[in-house]
C-alpha cells in the first residue's frame, strides 16, 4: 500500500491520462440517478435520457465509446 506524504501530490510519470485524472468528470458521472438507473452504464444513462451528443465533448470519449459503436447508438436515437 501507498502512503501519500503530507504535502506531496502523486503523479504519474509519462502520463497520457489514462485514469482521466486529468481531466473533469464525465457528464454521465455527475448526474443524479433515479433509483432505476443505479445500475446503468454510463453511456446507457445516456442513451436513456437523450444525451448521446453530448458523449461526443467529453474527454473521455475515446475510454467509452469506439467511432462506429456511437454512429450506431446515435441513428438509434
Not at 504535502?7 to 481531466?23: A, P, R, S, V
Not at 468528470?25 to 444525451?51: A, I, Q, T
Request: charged letters at 40%; hydrophobic letters at 25%.
Amino acid at each position: 500500500m501507498t502512503r501519500k506524504k503530507p504535502g506531496k501530490e502523486n503523479i504519474c510519470i509519462n502520463c497520457y491520462n489514462q485514469h482521466g485524472c486529468l481531466t473533469e468528470e464525465p457528464l454521465c458521472l455527475l448526474m443524479k440517478r433515479e433509483e432505476d438507473e443505479r445500475s446503468l452504464s454510463g453511456k446507457k444513462l445516456m442513451e436513456r435520457r437523450g444525451l448521446l451528443k453530448d458523449c461526443k465533448i467529453c474527454l473521455h470519449f475515446r475510454s467509452c465509446w469506439t467511432e462506429e459503436a456511437y454512429r450506431k447508438a446515435i441513428k438509434k436515437q
